[in-house]
Nanobody, 126 residues
Framework: DVQLQASGGGLVQPGGSLRLSCAASGFTFSRYAMSWVRQAPGKEVEWVSAINSVGSSTTYADSVKGRFTISRDNTKNTLYLQMNSLEPEDTAMYYC???????????????????WGRGTLVTVSS
């Protein structure tokens, strides 16, 4: 079974930084593109970023471009999201998710919910 466990969330002041991690198991991590999605209270799910299976291609939502960096370590089966210059609007539950192939089918594609992991809460507040 696909298992994805996000960690690293917490309370941070505006302008601060956090690094999220996602430990993957139950599948061959290096063969699949991965994504981060988020959901703020009372709002729809928002796609945040994606990275292809080998880490050579990344893409970001306009709302986080220039502030967030997605990366992966295929030797450790781990996905990362470095978040800098955090804003209150970044407050949400963050989920890592697995695509069905080595890359995404269209820009800002949200992976099927059955391939999301357990989320980690990020709260940006003073």
């Amino acid at each position: 079974d696909v298992q994805l466990q996000a960690s690293g969330g917490g309370l941070v002041q505006p302008g601060g930084s956090l690094r999220l991690s996602c430990a993957a198991s139950g599948f061959t991590f290096s063969r699949y593109a991965m994504s981060w999605v988020r959901q703020a209270p009372g709002k729809e799910v928002e796609w945040v970023s994606a990275i292809n299976s080998v880490g050579s291609s990344t893409t970001y939502a306009d709302s986080v471009k220039g502030r967030f960096t997605i990366s992966r370590d295929n030797t450790k089966n781990t996905l990362y999201l470095q978040m800098n210059s955090l804003e209150p609007e970044d407050t949400a539950m963050y989920y890592c998710a697995k695509y069905l192939g080595t890359t995404w089918m269209w820009e800002s594609q949200i992976p099927m919910k059955k391939y999301w992991g357990r989320g980690t809460l990020v709260t940006v507040s003073s």
